[in-house]
């Protein structure tokens, strides 16, 4: 049986394609286009107009991808923030269905995060122990950097132990953070003021479960990890980025203007206006936790939803 997942983000529309056997979930084909659902409405709480638009074409491309790859027996197409926030969500997922006879799931962010641990727990099978958990008895904080949302988790790496989505995406940043190039020490200092009054409860559970590795999955860490590595990070599903690396990256982006970024070597467009305030935030991250090490897993929902349905399929 061949699956499609398609993970239909607040920037991006991302797809993966595989084929079920009792064997193995061989993945075939990922591809990506850019929805930009957070274009024109997405701070006044609404997809505009121009949005269903886009969305609708990034839909349209993604399907084009799965027929010229053989096709899929089922396509599972899951809306995240932009959509479930959205006052007229369940209208453009609607909007969808008609136009392309396929019914799109609108998840809570408590989904979103259970499959973003099952994607990143697929890629970080070194790290676990004969016991099923993290080896040495560690906990791991695990992060998700999306556009409308933040996704985090802390797992002991069999189990969940906590996990939430805060509404503090990169293109809801960018919109109330309204800035020009370079960012200024002002705007950074107060989009981390922010940051810390929104995750309160955050820093209360790490204060509980004290994690030491930090996984950050997919998205902006792809990004990081492409900007820092010439190997691209679709070589293997995750590696472990020094800290002095990211920090030095940062440092790099943060005096950047958006041409200078797009001219980075191996830079994602897609990313160009949102990765310098992901950076930021992955450092106020890092400075808060001062994890052991830090792990950039190139899986998240897509896979996570990929491997919740693998199992289903098993039984």
């Known amino acids: 049986m ?17 084929e079920f056997t009792q064997e193995g979930c061989k ?13 024109g409405g997405l701070s006044k709480g609404y997809i505009a107009q ?16 799965i027929n010229e790859s053989g096709g899929a027996d089922m396509i599972l197409p899951y809306a995240t ?8 969500g369940e209208e453009f997922a609607q909007f969808l269905n008609d136009k392309f006879g396929i019914k799109v799931n609108i998840i809570s962010g408590s989904q979103e995060a259970e499959y973003i641990f099952n994607g990143i727990m697929e890629s970080v099978e070194y790290l676990i122990g004969e016991d099923g958990k993290f080896k040495g008895g560690e906990n791991a904080l695990m992060l998700d950097i999306g556009g409308g949302s933040n996704e985090f988790i802390i797992s002991d790496g069999a189990n969940v132990l906590w996990k939430k989505s805060f509404p503090i995406g990169m293109a809801r940043m960018r919109e109330k953070f309204n800035y020009t190039d370079p960012i200024t020490k002002d705007v950074m200092e107060n989009f981390i003021e922010f940051n810390k009054g929104v995750l309160v409860e955050l820093w209360e559970m790490v204060d509980i479960y004290k994690p030491t590795l930090f996984i950050g999955s997919s998205g902006s860490f792809d990004t990081f990890r492409d900007l820092l590595f010439e190997e691209p990070h679709t070589a293997s599903p995750s590696i472990e980025i020094p800290k002095q690396m990211l920090e030095k990256l940062n440092d790099t982006l943060v005096v950047s203007t958006a041409q200078e970024r797009l001219e980075m070597p191996r830079m994602s467009p897609i990313r160009v206006d949102y990765i310098v305030l992901a950076s930021v935030f992955v450092q106020y991250v890092l400075q808060t936790l001062n994890p052991r090490i830090v792990v950039q897993s190139s899986y998240c929902l897509k896979e996570g939803a990929m491997r919740v349905k693998y199992k289903e399929y098993l039984k």
Not at 27 to 39: E, F, N, P, Q, T
Not at 81 to 88: L, P, T
């Open 50 to 65: 121009e949005a269903f638009k886009s969305g609708a074409d990034a839909m349209e491309y993604l399907l084009g991808s």
């Open 27 to 39: 993945y075939i084909k990922v591809d990506k286009c850019a929805s930009r659902l957070g274009g």
């Open 2 to 18: 061949r699956v499609a997942v398609l993970d239909l983000g607040t920037n991006v529309f991302n797809m993966l394609l595989a």
């Open 81 to 88: 923030s932009a959509v479930r926030d959205a006052s007229n």
